[in-house]
């Protein structure tokens, strides 16, 4: 029989792969208040204020600056690494208009057009995307 494992020691080993964040217990705590805003976009008159006066609506939340900045700025790799959920933040998207595809398309370093490409070819190579550890 093995020893149990130190949760947190190894949900933290995910954060060492290139662009994963793992939506652990932390990060939902660290997170909550962002994810409620985005839940709230699911109402109509919520989506209206919010595109009215984006900030105002953001400072009614007791969200970070850091992550109403992050909504601000649209750096959705910047809000779920401040504790976004990323189907939470599907809210946010479709008050901007957006497909999720065309909203993760802006989480790379690609257009639309080569984003959609790669993932009908198949997705993400996971060649070069593994732990950055073994690199050194």
Request: aromatic share 12%.
């Amino acid at each position: 029989m093995t020893a149990p494992r130190d949760i947190h020691a190894y949900l933290a080993e995910m954060d060492d792969i290139p662009g994963t964040r793992v939506f652990t217990a932390a990060r939902a705590r660290q997170g909550y208040h962002l994810n409620q805003f985005a839940m709230s976009l699911m109402k109509a008159a919520n989506r209206e204020a919010f595109k009215a006066d984006e900030r105002a609506y953001l400072d009614a939340w007791p969200m970070t600056e850091d992550q109403k900045q992050a909504v601000l700025d649209r750096d959705f790799n910047r809000c779920l690494s401040l504790g976004g959920n990323i189907y939470f933040l599907a809210k946010l998207f479709s008050t901007d208009g957006k497909s999720f595809a065309q909203a993760v398309s802006t989480m790379t370093d690609m257009s639309f057009e080569d984003y959609t490409a790669m993932m009908i070819a198949g997705g993400r190579s996971p060649v070069g995307q593994r732990s950055i550890k073994e690199k050194y």
